[in-house]
């Protein structure tokens, strides 16, 4: 590898002279940008407990009124790329969550896309485009790039969800912004697009032929998630993942066209080494317990913890549990790597 020419190499009045026209020189900066074999990453595998994040999030509960903040919400942030901006991954904002009884969160789109994982408590609802999605623990719901959204409580205990935006990239584009609107009306067809969804392999007939919606299934509930990999477990070898991918269920292909979900089953002891990609990625765990080894980062995991995997990384899972299954929800960026043409998966560790 040949050494490139410093800044410093220049002489200061060619240097001025460049400035001065908003030019720069590309080889000082050359391998920064384009380094061999790897990219170069300031992601660090970071570790959330939620037990130590759920006391503050109620504590905003009683110290921030929900008309102070719209969105009551403490924000994953990675150390490696700066507490300030709010990224848990270069493309991945991952938020807690927390709405008390009776309150609203505001109706808005916004450009990025989003979704909720519900982390605990009964009885919240998110109205998405008129239609009414219960959240129970475990449900994913979709609130895609400009629909409008807006959160409420009808229940007696606080709610926790977790939200993982596809905001770093729209940001970073200058194309994220936030439209606010009056209350949403309910178009009385609550849950629909589950309703008419709901199995996979059957279709509501009178999409046959149609022209494809974008967003046709808006609410994946846990209870359906967990069964399916419980079934997929009784049909998988064991020295193969029971993984399962949320898609559109009309189109086959990823629900959101930036990020990614998909739901991993840890049968009872069973450790297991992810594909080493090139998406970046977040694991939240919704049951179980066990450990990780992310790069040189270990760390323990129990229920509703959640961690920030870099691109590239290798990454270990072990479930501690002799007796019970353990699983993790997986957002990525890999469909929008995929779209772009450089996904890849690594068969060397
Ligand atoms: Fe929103």
């Given at each position: 590898?040949?050494?490139?020419?410093?800044?410093?190499?220049?002489?200061?009045?060619?240097?001025?002279?460049?400035?001065?026209?908003?030019?720069?020189?590309?080889?000082?900066?050359?391998?920064?940008v384009l380094p061999h074999n790897k990219p170069?990453r300031?992601?660090?595998?970071?570790?959330?407990?939620?037990?130590?994040?759920?006391?503050?999030?109620?504590?905003?509960?009683?110290?921030?009124?929900?008309?102070?903040?719209?969105?009551?919400?403490?924000?994953?942030?990675?150390?490696?790329?700066?507490?300030?901006?709010?990224?848990?991954t270069p493309s991945i904002?991952?938020?807690?969550?927390?709405?008390?009884?009776?309150?609203?969160?505001?109706?808005?789109?916004?450009?990025?896309s989003?979704?909720?994982?519900?982390?605990?408590?009964?009885?919240?609802?998110?109205?998405?485009?008129?239609?009414?999605?219960?959240?129970?623990?475990?449900?994913?719901?979709?609130?895609?790039?400009?629909?409008?959204?807006?959160?409420?409580?009808?229940?007696?205990?606080?709610?926790?969800?977790?939200?993982?935006?596809d905001?770093p990239l729209i940001?970073y584009l200058?194309?994220?912004?936030?439209?606010?609107?009056?209350?949403?009306?309910?178009?009385?067809?609550?849950?629909?697009?589950?309703?008419?969804?709901?199995?996979?392999?059957?279709?509501?007939?009178?999409?046959?032929?149609?022209?494809?919606?974008?967003?046709?299934?808006?609410?994946?509930?846990?209870?359906?998630?967990?069964?399916?990999?419980?079934?997929?477990?009784?049909?998988?070898?064991?020295?193969?993942?029971?993984?399962?991918a949320?898609v559109n269920?009309?189109t086959g292909e990823e629900?959101l066209p930036i990020m990614g979900?998909?739901?991993?089953?840890?049968?009872?002891?069973?450790?297991?080494?992810?594909t080493r990609r090139s998406a970046s990625s977040?694991?939240?765990?919704?049951?179980?317990?066990?450990?990780?080894?992310?790069?040189?980062?270990?760390?323990?995991?129990?229920?509703?913890?959640?961690?920030?995997?870099?691109t590239h990384?290798?990454?270990?899972?072990?479930?501690?549990?002799?007796?019970?299954?353990?699983?993790?929800?997986?957002?990525d960026d890999a469909p929008m790597q995929r779209k772009l043409g450089f996904y890849e998966e690594f068969t060397?560790?």
């Open positions: 590898m040949s050494q490139l020419g410093t800044l410093e190499d220049l002489p200061l009045r060619y240097r001025e002279e460049l400035q001065q026209l908003n030019l720069a020189p590309l080889w000082p900066s050359m391998r920064k170069s300031k992601t660090q595998p970071t570790f959330w407990s939620y037990q130590a994040i759920r006391p503050l999030l109620l504590e905003a509960g009683r110290i921030t009124p929900i008309e102070k903040a719209e969105r009551r919400v403490l924000v994953l942030a990675n150390p490696g790329l700066g507490i300030e901006n709010l990224v848990a904002y991952i938020g807690m969550q927390l709405i008390l009884p009776g309150e609203t969160a505001p109706n808005h789109y916004h450009t990025p989003a979704v909720r994982f519900v982390i605990e408590g009964e009885g919240a609802y998110t109205l998405v485009g008129g239609e009414k999605c219960p959240m129970h623990r475990g449900d994913l719901i979709l609130t895609p790039s400009g629909m409008w959204h807006q959160h409420g409580h009808d229940g007696k205990e606080p709610v926790v969800w977790m939200d993982a935006l905001l940001y200058e194309a994220s912004y936030a439209v606010e609107g009056k209350v949403q009306p309910d178009n009385n067809l609550p849950d629909s697009s589950q309703t008419r969804f709901r199995r996979s392999g059957l279709l509501p007939y009178d999409t046959l032929g149609r022209e494809k919606k974008p967003y046709p299934l808006m609410r994946f509930p846990w209870q359906e998630v967990r069964g399916a990999l419980a079934d997929l477990a009784s049909a998988t070898p064991a020295d193969q993942a029971v993984r399962l949320y269920p009309q629900c979900f998909s739901a991993l089953m840890l049968r009872p002891g069973e450790e297991r080494r992810l977040v694991i939240h765990v919704v049951e179980g317990g066990g450990e990780a080894s992310v790069d040189v980062v270990d760390s323990r995991w129990e229920e509703h913890d959640t961690f920030a995997i870099p990384a290798q990454v270990r899972l072990r479930n501690l549990s002799a007796r019970d299954p353990a699983y993790l929800f997986i957002v060397a560790p």
